[in-house]
């Protein structure tokens, strides 16, 4: 078992906290990983730790964690479920590429697979490539940048990401990239330059900040993996899936079923944080979820 930052571990590492940007910060000291034997219920579980007031944990978040995080902190320890969505369907109006022609737009930070609507997917049925449907007024209103609950998000293009225009990589906002251009790269294991300058991979990672930093870390023998599943799915029929992250080779999986489990990372606010014991040991949820929030606010762990 590994677990958040103490400060102690961090000056050990030679790590300065406070120099941190406060998102990436809150994951390493105060963030917990919930797995679940479904999506709908490790994301669940992590929004309800993180209350409203924090956050769950999005790829680009997740990827600077685990380039920062010593290698006795929780973050380096497995694969995570990200709160980033790739969704893909038709650019309507021709606002990022042409009226017409296929989109993908990767959200980051939370967009509209919620846990409710993840189960509503599998209830009325899955696309055949297992991703959720995507009704087409959803998808009108994802092109303006607006959720379901009304809520709003800045849409930046791959060129925003190379430049570093997004003011806040860690937050809420969409990615949107010519489906063929994603279509046209490869789903699998790439060496550092195929996988630092493939389109795709940038999109997914938000930022550049720490995206070389990370293949350094995660690559096996000089590889590491990049998948998806966008040759086939019909564009015209909007649909999306979450994306996962892993260390080890395997890279960005972007290629799970939406009936695969999940295992996302709710981060707490500063003020639940120290309720529940700040910087102190937390522990992962296990696949059953038997350790409560309760027991967590009183302090008791387990090994």
Do not use: C
């Not at 809150?26 to 579980?45: K, P, R, V």
């Not at 294991?189 to 070389?212: C, D, H, I, V, W």
Request: hydrophobic residues 35%.
């Amino acid at each position: 078992m590994k677990f958040p930052f103490s400060r102690t571990q961090a000056k050990e590492t030679g790590l300065d906290l406070d120099l941190l940007p406060r998102e990436l910060k809150l994951l390493l000291t105060t963030g917990n990983s919930f797995l679940a034997n479904t999506l709908a219920d490790s994301l669940e579980q992590a929004r309800t730790y993180a209350t409203p007031s924090g956050f769950v944990a999005s790829l680009p978040l997740l990827i600077a964690g685990k380039v920062t995080a010593g290698k006795k902190n929780y973050i380096r320890e497995n694969w995570f479920t990200a709160l980033s969505e790739q969704n893909t369907g038709m650019d309507l109006t021709g606002a990022f590429t042409k009226a017409g022609k296929p989109l993908i737009l990767l959200i980051h930070g939370g967009g509209i697979l919620t846990p409710e609507r993840i189960r509503q997917a599998h209830r009325e049925g899955l696309t055949p490539h297992y991703t959720a449907k995507i009704k087409q007024e959803e998808w009108k209103n994802l092109l303006k940048g607006t959720l379901p609950n009304g809520e709003n998000f800045q849409i930046y293009t791959l060129e925003d990401v190379r430049k570093a225009n997004i003011p806040n990589p860690f937050g809420r906002y969409a990615v949107a990239l010519d489906l063929e251009t994603a279509q046209s790269t490869y789903s699998g294991s790439q060496n550092e330059k195929q996988f630092l300058n493939n389109p795709l991979t940038q999109a997914r990672a938000g930022t550049l900040q720490y995206f070389a930093d990370y293949f350094n870390k995660a690559a096996f023998r000089g590889t590491l993996g990049n998948y998806h599943r966008l040759v086939g799915p019909d564009p015209q029929q909007p649909q999306g899936r979450v994306l996962f992250v892993y260390d080890f080779i395997t890279g960005f999986l972007g290629l799970n079923i939406l009936d695969y489990n999940g295992r996302f990372v709710g981060v707490a606010p500063e003020a639940r944080a120290q309720k529940i014991g700040g910087l102190s040991l937390t522990p992962e949820q296990n696949l059953e979820g038997r350790l409560t929030l309760e027991q967590q606010e009183g302090g008791l762990s387990t090994a």
